[in-house]
């Protein structure tokens, strides 16, 4: 359901991280729709130039796609610099993210710092790159943070993402108090299970298998999420219709984390071959993205 006007967000200029696809590349389309002047950015070039068009040819208006590796933070301050330059961003979506399911005995420091390293450090990068600007610009700005419901409770098997996300937590409620006196507003939310393809291939990589929080009959509601109510909570973040939210992480899972351990907790039962295959799994999806990344 569409509730707001079409140009609620006119005149806003906000960059998506890891808007190239899944639920970024959702919430970039559903901010351009609203008239807003979207940027979008990650690795692959031609994924971002392939994306930012077919956004813009549903929405009628141009989108500006830039390859960054969020991990660095020289690139992103050059990037941020060079959309400054244009016109000042008023708006941040951290979406760029990595993880997968793991014993954490079996993690390398490599995989640790794969995930971490992106979340936690890259939308580090980003907010403070903005954050500098706005305040030494006297600019207002609004943060928005793709978080998890696991961020109050921790989950087992996806450690690092959990130790990164409830990082990005503790820094929206940080900053939010040190920067509220500029004007600048950081939130997040807390989206339960909205299934995207690549995302799903690396938290439920087995057919027969289901986790508690890939599993919609651990939902109150019984159902999965719809694109449009979270991304109608973020236009909502981003308006200029609740200046006076600040420091909140939104849960959007209908009801999921109240009711049921919304965490992959219950993976504890697998065996070993079944981790192997779950492993085998992944690897050949993140084989099928680096494959289309060289491709681009």
Not at 51 to 56: E, K, L, M, Q, R
């Given at each position: 359901?569409?509730?707001?006007?079409?140009?609620?967000?006119?005149?806003?200029?906000?960059?998506?991280?890891?808007?190239?696809?899944?639920?970024?590349?959702?919430?970039?389309?559903?901010?351009?729709?609203?008239?807003?002047?979207?940027?979008?950015?990650?690795?692959?070039?031609?994924?971002?130039?392939?994306?930012?068009?077919?956004?813009?040819?549903?929405?009628?208006?141009?989108?500006?796609?830039?390859?960054?590796?969020?991990?660095?933070?020289?690139?992103?301050?050059?990037?941020?610099?060079?959309?400054?330059?244009?016109?000042?961003?008023?708006?941040?979506?951290?979406?760029?993210?990595?993880?997968?399911?793991?014993?954490?005995k079996?993690?390398?420091?490599?995989?640790?710092?794969a995930?971490?390293?992106?979340?936690?450090?890259?939308?580090?990068?980003?907010?403070?790159?903005?954050?500098?600007?706005?305040?030494?610009?006297?600019?207002?700005?609004?943060?928005?943070?793709?978080?998890?419901?696991?961020?109050?409770t921790?989950?087992?098997?996806?450690?690092?993402?959990?130790?990164?996300?409830?990082?990005?937590?503790?820094?929206?409620?940080?900053?939010?108090?040190?920067?509220?006196?500029?004007?600048i507003?950081?939130?997040?939310?807390?989206?339960?299970?909205?299934?995207?393809?690549?995302?799903?291939?690396?938290?439920?990589?087995?057919?027969?298998?289901?986790?508690?929080?890939?599993?919609c009959?651990?939902?109150?509601?019984?159902?999965?999420?719809?694109?449009?109510?979270?991304?109608?909570?973020?236009?909502?973040?981003?308006?200029?219709?609740?200046?006076?939210?600040?420091?909140?992480?939104?849960?959007?899972?209908?009801?999921?984390?109240?009711?049921?351990?919304?965490?992959?907790?219950?993976?504890?039962?697998?065996?070993?071959?079944?981790?192997?295959?779950?492993?085998?799994a992944?690897?050949?999806?993140?084989?099928?993205?680096?494959?289309?990344?060289?491709?681009?």
């Amino acid at each position: 359901m569409d509730i707001f006007r079409n140009d609620v967000l006119a005149g806003k200029n906000i960059l998506v991280t890891g808007g190239g696809g899944g639920l970024g590349k959702e919430i970039a389309t559903a901010l351009s729709a609203k008239h807003a002047k979207v940027h979008i950015c990650g690795r692959r070039q031609a994924m971002l130039d392939e994306t930012a068009a077919a956004i813009s040819e549903t929405t009628g208006h141009k989108v500006h796609a830039h390859a960054c590796d969020v991990r660095d933070a020289d690139a992103v301050d050059a990037m941020i610099e060079g959309i400054w330059q244009d016109q000042p961003l008023t708006g941040l979506i951290n979406n760029a993210a990595a993880n997968f399911i793991s014993p954490t005995k079996d993690l390398s420091a490599r995989g640790f710092r794969a995930i971490t390293s992106t979340v936690m450090d890259g939308s580090f990068h980003a907010t403070l790159s903005c954050g500098k600007r706005w305040i030494e610009q006297g600019l207002k700005g609004s943060v928005v943070s793709n978080l998890v419901t696991w961020v109050w409770t921790g989950s087992a098997f996806v450690v690092p993402s959990a130790m990164a996300k409830t990082a990005l937590h503790a820094m929206t409620m940080s900053l939010a108090s040190e920067w509220g006196p500029y004007g600048i507003r950081l939130n997040a939310t807390a989206p339960g299970p909205f299934p995207t393809p690549e995302a799903w291939e690396k938290l439920n990589p087995l057919p027969d298998t289901q986790s508690s929080a890939t599993n919609c009959d651990t939902i109150p509601m019984r159902r999965f999420g719809q694109m449009p109510e979270l991304t109608n909570l973020i236009t909502f973040l981003l308006s200029d219709g609740c200046d006076f939210l600040t420091g909140q992480t939104i849960a959007v899972d209908g009801g999921q984390h109240l009711a049921a351990p919304s965490t992959f907790a219950d993976l504890t039962n697998l065996t070993p071959d079944q981790w192997q295959a779950a492993r085998d799994a992944i690897e050949a999806s993140t084989a099928k993205s680096k494959a289309a990344q060289k491709q681009g």
